[in-house]
């Protein structure tokens, strides 16, 4: 499988851990590499060293081939020796150290997370109050159907008190008609 490197923050929980193990391995392998050089060198000149306090007594210019091969053994293990230190500084910062891209990845991961909760709330929320709405416009229709229901049986109502009292009214004054004629008709027969 071949990864290539666009963005971090891009990479799932899963192949930013496996990025991670990859990057940290390949560190580990170029420090191995720039230990074992360092090494090689640190075995040459000691050798080279060895090897001049034996053929000390050699003169001329197999002596200044010999100094000539102890020079560049020389600035080769110290070239070894700074750039082993530095890279291994380097590796001990960067694991003390959050990588800008590790900590953008884990912000990005939360807010993610925290985004898709409100998100759910609010759907749950909004779902809660079309349902609340709904129920009030149901309630809405009831009370406008029993207003208009209320408003029929008090017209209904009125009618029929006026009624009432219209009938009545109507028989008083027939009594009082009817009383009248009542006591003619005992005046004639008396």
């Known amino acids: 499988m071949v990864v290539s490197l666009t963005n971090s923050v891009d990479f799932t929980p899963q192949e930013e851990k496996a990025y991670d193990e990859i990057k940290k391995e390949l560190t580990e392998n170029k420090l191995r590499s720039l230990g074992v050089e360092y090494i090689r060198a640190t075995a040459k000149l000691k050798t080279l ?11 001329g210019e197999d002596r200044s081939q010999a100094k000539l091969e102890m020079k560049r053994a020389v600035l080769k293990f110290k070239y070894t020796l700074e750039e082993f230190r530095d890279y291994r500084k380097k590796v001990i910062l960067q694991e003390n150290e959050s990588t800008t891209e590790t900590v953008l990845s884990r912000m990005n991961s939360l807010i993610s997370e925290d985004m898709e909760g409100l998100i759910n709330f609010s759907n749950v929320q909004v779902t809660s109050l079309v349902g609340h709405i709904s129920y009030s416009k149901d309630i809405q229709r009831q009370i406008k159907a ?11 109502l009125h009618e029929t008190i006026q009624k009432g009292k219209n009938s009545h009214m109507e028989e008083i004054r027939e009594r009082q008609s009817g009383g009248a004629n009542f006591s003619k008709i005992n005046e004639q027969n008396i």
Request: glycine content about 0%; aromatic content about 4%; overall charge negative.
């Open 49 to 59: 060293v060895e090897a001049e306090e034996d053929t000390s007594f050699i003169q």
């Open 146 to 156: 029993h207003t208009l229901r209320l408003k029929k049986l008090t017209a209904a």
